[in-house]
């Protein structure tokens, strides 16, 4: 483990401007690990001359070039699997063979990818018309802020560092203040690739003072940001008047829609994963289950079944399902949800607390754990069903066909994922159509082909990452034409 986890400025380890430092806290042992660096606005400010100052030769640079580069990166990530699972299950709580399946090789595999889609890209287009000839230039934007949550630390990271490093942009980037070790290990990383010095700079620290200097920055003209709804608006509010290039991903309450006619097991189980992953703090998971009437209550009960299965524990134990959350006072907040959808009128099927201690190892006796939970009874316009939870608490209804099972789903500010389970692909797609979110799955959950745009419609964000989306989000155009 890192006792201090420093800024990662120009090349090089550096503790914040100002000496200030935060603790880093396990979560499922409640004990402090790290020092964090809690940087404000003279780290960011070094950290945006260091990019600027390398701006234009990395931005000069053939894209075959960073594509090396990034594929470099990749391999020691590839390399670190071990480490840099260690390091993600300890700040976030999260289980280990998680971190070690899923949040590392994708963070290697966004590296990856946008080294070959970079390889591929042709930013520049020609036109012409009977009395003119255009060209369309698009070309690196600038220094990129990068500012990502603390769910799934290194891959939401990589997620915006690889686009904006493959379209020839440097970066200033803040991983969360609750899971930055494994972006610190990413920027020691950078330097052993072989990235220039200011290439990528990782300043870490609270959002309120490293990521809101970010934004408030001049000299870094594009935001891209991962997080809550409530300080993407606050982005906004400061990144608008300031004629920002902007990308928002932000919450979600997104809706597992289950026909009658779906293949039973496979609904079932996809509907615990997409409720359950990662303790349901990923914004993808389907926190609202809709089942079609006649099928409800079997399915509910087998639901129900499979999620008192769902194993909670020390993360570090393979075999744990659900590990802790990732604070005390996040599990605060879930715990107050739970309280609000009781004084609603939902009925708690299973869950509804923390664990048991004497359930728990005694390691993990202080952790932030949170047994799955499931609530039924709500109608869908109750603050349970409306408000992003981002815990282990999904609600359970009935809806009679396609038009009431489409209007519920929408019923909600958010747009960001919604998955479907019917055996019907006519109907799949029908319902893909009418349902307002920005990424549907037919009977599927976080089935990724990273070339397809990611985001979400109303409150869950504006613009998309992904494919090539994400690497002209990091060019400016210029039209040339005569
Ligand atoms: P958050 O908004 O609290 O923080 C996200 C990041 O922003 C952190 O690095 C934080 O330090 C920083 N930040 C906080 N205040 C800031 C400010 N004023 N200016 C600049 N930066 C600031 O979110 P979180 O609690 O870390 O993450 C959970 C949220 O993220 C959930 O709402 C979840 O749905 C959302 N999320 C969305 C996606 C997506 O792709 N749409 C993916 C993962 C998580």
């Given at each position: 483990m890192m006792n201090r986890v420093p800024n990662w400025i120009d090349g090089r380890p550096q503790p914040a401007a100002r000496g200030c430092e935060m603790p880093v806290v396990d979560p499922a042992t409640g004990e402090q690990v790290a020092m964090l660096a809690a940087s404000g606005a003279e780290d960011v400010a070094e950290a945006q001359t260091a990019a600027g100052r390398a701006f234009p030769a990395w931005s000069a640079r053939r894209a075959p070039e960073r594509a090396e580069l990034l594929e470099r990166l990749a391999g020691l990530v590839e390399r670190d699997l071990d480490r840099l699972a260690r390091l993600e299950s300890v700040d976030s709580g999260k289980p280990l063979a998680l971190a070690r399946s899923v949040d590392i090789p994708r963070a290697a595999a966004n590296l990856r990818f946008f080294a070959e889609a970079v390889r591929a890209w042709k930013p520049d287009e020609e036109l012409r018309t009977a009395n003119s000839q255009s060209l369309v230039l698009r070309r690196p934007a600038g220094v990129a802020g990068c500012i990502s949550p603390w769910n799934l630390p290194l891959y939401l990271f990589t997620w915006k560092i690889a686009p904006a490093l493959a379209a020839g942009c440097t970066v200033v980037a803040k991983p969360s203040e609750e899971t930055p070790m494994t972006a610190a290990a990413l920027g020691e990383l950078s330097a052993e690739a072989g990235f220039p010095a200011g290439v990528l700079n990782v300043v870490q620290g609270r959002g309120a003072d490293a990521g809101a200097a970010i934004v408030a920055d001049p000299g870094i003209p594009v935001i891209t940001f991962t997080g809550g709804t409530a300080t993407g608006a606050r982005i906004m509010q400061v990144a608008g008047p300031m004629f920002k290039r902007v990308a928002l991903e932000l919450g979600g309450k997104n809706p597992t829609v289950v026909f009658g006619d779906a293949d039973f097991d496979a609904a079932v189980a996809g509907a615990v994963r997409a409720g359950f992953q990662n303790q349901g703090q990923i914004c993808l998971c389907g926190s609202r289950v809709l089942v079609e009437r006649g099928t409800y209550a079997r399915f509910r009960d087998a639901f129900v079944e499979r999620v008192r299965a769902l194993r909670v524990g020390?993360?570090?134990?393979?075999?744990?399902d659900q590990g802790s959350l990732v604070s005390q006072a996040h599990r605060a907040k879930v715990a107050a949800a739970v309280e609000r959808a009781r004084a609603e009128g939902g009925r708690v099927l299973c869950g509804g607390g923390p664990p048991e201690p004497a359930s728990l190892p005694a390691r993990v006796r202080g952790g932030a754990f949170w047994m799955p939970t499931v609530v039924e009874g709500l109608p869908m316009g109750c603050a349970t069903n409306q408000e992003e939870i981002f815990g282990p608490v999904v609600t359970v209804a009935p809806f009679d066909g396609e038009d009431e099972a489409v209007a519920l789903a929408n019923h909600s500010r958010y747009g960001l994922a919604a998955n479907v389970w019917t055996r019907d692909h006519a109907r799949g797609l029908r319902m893909a159509e009418r349902l307002d979110f920005g990424i549907v799955w037919i009977n599927a959950w976080l089935l990724r082909d990273l070339r397809v745009p990611f985001g979400g419609t109303k409150q869950s964000g504006v613009g998309r990452e992904g494919g090539d989306e994400a690497l002209r989000f990091f060019t400016e155009p210029k039209a040339v034409t005569w």
């Open positions: 020390d993360p570090m134990e393979a075999g744990t």
